[in-house]
């Protein structure tokens, strides 16, 4: 059991730093968004990513799960956008 909770210390540590790399590039888009004066929802945009997303799920019984995990993901930057956009 220690070492399956080991595993999963470590991952959570790369998911953290992904996700900490994911919102750097989220903030240059926030930038852009506010030069150009766009919304922030791109619904389009969102198919795009879960599409791609699915398409890299290899075992596919992960899948409604991991879109679920990438629906919060889409929706939290969502939220950090228009807070950051309204300031």
């Known amino acids: 059991m220690e070492n399956a909770r080991r595993k999963i210390d470590d991952i959570d540590h790369q998911l953290v730093a992904l996700l900490e790399e994911r919102m750097q590039v989220v903030e240059e888009v926030i930038s852009i ?6 919304e922030v929802l791109d619904e389009d945009r969102e198919k795009d990513v879960l599409k791609k997303v699915s398409a890299c799920i290899k075992h596919k019984e992960y899948e409604p799960c991991i879109l679920a995990i990438y629906e919060e993901i889409l929706t939290v930057s969502k939220v950090y956008q228009v807070k950051k956009l309204t300031e």
């Open 33 to 38: 968004k506010k030069a150009q004066t766009r």
